[in-house]
């Protein structure tokens, strides 16, 4: 699997870059993103069992623009 940079939060830091990227599955259309760990056991709590190798992360809605971006462009 090979992975396509979308774009970067413009807001954050160097090296501290909320990111969102398109793979190239076949079997399925997949998104990876790269965001901050949820801790906050209030949140945790909220929403419940996590599967085990699967994460929570948080991202800024500006990363989502990508996701829309991409989906017009592959139209």
């Known amino acids: 699997m090979h992975v396509r940079f979308l774009g970067k939060d413009p807001d954050s830091a160097e090296g501290d870059s ?4 398109a793979t190239d599955r076949t079997d399925r259309k997949t998104y990876i993103a790269q965001g901050w760990h949820v801790t906050d056991p209030q949140v945790l709590a909220e929403i419940g069992p996590i599967a085990e190798g699967e994460g ?10 990508f996701y829309q971006r991409n989906q017009e462009e592959d139209r």
């Open 56 to 65: 929570i992360i948080e991202i800024p809605e500006d990363v989502l623009k």
């Open 18 to 21: 909320p990111t969102l990227y």
